[in-house]
């Protein structure tokens, strides 16, 4: 079965950095364009970023642009979001979705890691 | 960015009855494949998103037909035909036509 875990979680202290990573298996992970998506308390999900199933395709929200960046490792099925320059605000639960477009975007979502950012 | 302007964002049903959630975009969510490309999610307490629902009106695997999607352009619905318990939750619909991806604020759903 699909199984996207996402671990890295942590408490930083602002304008530290912090790697996630999702653990992808169950499926073809190397065909699949992968995103990670945040939750912040009490608040609706935010797109964070999205990399395309071969890693040319990259792209990142506004609020993150800069100073995250996403990467694959299609040997070990994995997704890495790599978070530098954190902010307070960055505090949220973060998840990974994977995508195949037409019928498939979105359709599985890890169970989310919390990533706490606070002095 | 495209706007996701979901309503009401608080939905007390009775047991048994009917739920309607609206969802409205700022530019059409029609791409130039002439898919729509609109999700609805659940998310439980504690959980993560489950879709329910892709592409206005398709239902997922494992999704009870009490569910149903519509709508077209930048005007869309979800419909649970007779809420059970465990219907509670938030609900969000989110677009894939446009980058960045968005979501709406939410519906929370609960038992009167």
């Known amino acids: 079965q699909v199984q996207l875990v996402e671990s890295g979680g942590d408490v930083v202290q602002p304008g530290r950095s912090l790697r996630l990573s999702c653990a992808a298996s169950?499926?073809?992970?190397?065909?699949?364009?992968m995103h990670w998506v945040r939750q912040s308390p009490g608040k609706g999900p935010e797109w964070v970023a999205v990399?395309?199933?071969?890693?040319?395709?990259?792209d990142y929200a506004e609020s993150v642009r800069g100073r995250f960046i996403v990467s694959r490792d299609n040997s070990k099925n994995t997704l890495h979001l790599q978070m530098s320059s954190l902010r307070v605000e960055d505090t949220a639960v973060y998840f990974c979705?994977?995508?195949?477009?037409?019928?498939?975007?979105?359709?599985?979502w890890g169970q989310g890691t919390l990533v706490t950012v606070s002095s | 960015d495209v706007v996701m302007t979901q309503s009401p964002l608080s939905l007390p049903v009775t047991l048994g009855q009917p739920a309607s959630i609206s969802c409205r975009s700022s530019?059409?969510?029609?791409?130039?494949?002439?898919?729509?490309?609109l999700n609805w999610f659940q998310q439980r307490p504690g959980q993560s998103p489950r879709r329910l629902i892709y592409?206005?009106?398709n239902r997922d695997s494992g999704v009870p037909d009490r569910f149903s999607g519509s709508g077209s352009g930048t005007d869309f619905t979800l419909k649970i035909s007779r809420v059970e318990a465990e219907d509670v939750g938030v609900y969000y619909c989110?677009?894939?036509?446009?980058?960045?991806?968005?979501f709406g604020q939410g519906t929370k759903v609960e038992i009167k």
């Open positions: 989110m677009q894939g036509t446009h980058w960045p991806r968005t």
């Open positions: 530019q059409s969510l029609v791409y130039s494949d002439e898919n729509t490309y």
């Open positions: 990399i395309g199933h071969n890693g040319a395709q990259i």
């Open positions: 592409k206005v009106s």
């Open positions: 979705a994977r995508d195949l477009g037409a019928n498939k975007f979105f359709d599985y």
């Open positions: 169950g499926f073809n992970f190397n065909v699949y364009g």
